[in-house]
């Protein structure tokens, strides 16, 4: 079955940086838009960045451009997120998500916590 797992997650001081790690089998990683939400607590689920299938193209959402960076390895399954210049408001847990550009059916993967001290 299709399997998203999140690492990488963990307490970071303000300024600092950390990388999630989203492995992924049981799908056709190269057909799939890959995406990191994240959710902080009371509030709504967030965009963070998208990938395209190839890598070419990513988005951000507004608060986190230009200090986060989503990257993919398509022989390896698996989408990156490095996140630099953390912020306290970047406390959340994050999750990964698959798209496929087909179905359009999503995957999600369990989440994993980070935390930024101020």
């Known amino acids: 079955q299709v399997q998203l797992v999140e690492s990488g997650g963990g307490l970071v001081q303000s300024g600092g940086s950390l990388r999630l790690s989203c492995a992924t089998s049981?799908?056709?990683?190269?057909?799939?838009?890959m995406l990191w939400y994240r959710r902080a607590p009371g509030k709504e689920r967030e965009l963070v960045a998208s990938i395209t299938r190839t890598g070419d193209t990513a988005n951000y959402g507004d608060s986190v451009k230009g200090r986060f960076t989503i990257s993919r390895d398509n022989a390896k399954n698996t989408v990156a997120l490095q996140m630099n210049s953390l912020k306290p408001e970047d406390t959340a847990m994050y999750y990964c998500k698959a798209r496929d550009i087909i179905t359009r059916r999503e995957y999600w993967g369990q989440g994993t916590q980070v935390t930024v001290s101020s």
């Open positions: 049981g799908l056709t990683f190269s057909r799939h838009t």
